[in-house]
């Protein structure tokens, strides 16, 4: 089947601390795959994608590398800010005509000044 | 410019009381339209989908059901809540370009 595993949280860090959170995936085909951030009060944003293999989403410092060996989207920050704290979510699209997406449980990362 | 509404924002119902969540895109025509909803603790779970007017599918057996009466407009509903529907219910649409969320709605059922 289909299914998204990612590190579980919470996450903590200080400021300008790295960031990694890890997401591993399980789908038939080529999906596409994507993190999503979730910011307090607010509904799901889209922070990056990919959409084969060894593509590099990237956006607000963010980056994540579709690995298809290892099956991984794991994403990564040189330095975290007080702002990046938010629920951060992996999900894959496996392209089918219905469309749906397939979540990872979502990490709740906290950065403290 | 597409855009999505979704409402209300928080919501608190008792027990046994009927749901309405409203959800409505604009700027496109005939989308795909999705319910998900994240229980605590856990990961985001697709309840509903719809391709088109009148047509609505179930992922999982449940509390709730599902309307689409007009192209744009997707209800989730239920006419008696439980504990368990507590959640954040997100309301979303795909376009070639790739998904759109609402904001949500956080319910919690008392």
């Known amino acids: 089947g289909n299914s998204v595993t990612q590190m579980e949280g919470p996450v903590t860090l200080s400021e300008e601390a790295f960031l990694t959170i890890n997401c591993t995936y399980t789908a038939t085909g080529y999906p596409s795959l994507f993190w999503y951030v979730q910011y307090p009060g607010e509904g799901l944003q889209l922070l990056l994608k990919a959409t084969k293999a060894d593509d590099k989403g990237s956006n607000k410092g963010f980056e994540a590398t579709y690995r298809k060996e290892t099956t991984s989207f794991h994403l990564e920050k040189g330095s975290v800010q007080v702002s990046d704290s938010a629920v951060y979510f992996c999900?894959?699209?496996?392209?089918?005509?219905?469309?749906?997406?397939?979540f990872g449980r979502g990490t709740q990362l906290t950065v403290w000044p | 410019s597409q855009t999505i509404h979704q409402w209300p924002a928080t919501l608190v119902q008792p027990v046994g009381s009927p749901l309405s969540l409203e959800c409505t895109v604009e700027?496109?025509?005939?989308?795909?339209l999705y319910w998900y909803r994240q229980a605590a603790g856990r990961g985001l779970q697709l309840l509903f989908y719809?391709?088109?007017?009148?047509?609505i599918s179930s992922e999982v057996p449940q509390n709730l059901s599902a309307s689409r009466p007009q192209d744009r407009q997707f209800i989730l509903s239920s006419k008696k809540l439980l504990l368990s529907d507590s959640g954040f219910y997100l309301c979303?649409?795909?376009?070639?370009?790739?998904?759109?969320f609402g904001s949500g709605t956080r319910l919690t059922v008392v």
């Open positions: 700027g496109t025509s005939n989308p795909n």
């Open positions: 999900a894959l699209d496996r392209g089918s005509t219905l469309g749906r997406l397939y």
């Open positions: 719809s391709v088109g007017i009148g047509q």
């Open positions: 979303a649409w795909r376009s070639v370009y790739g998904y759109t």
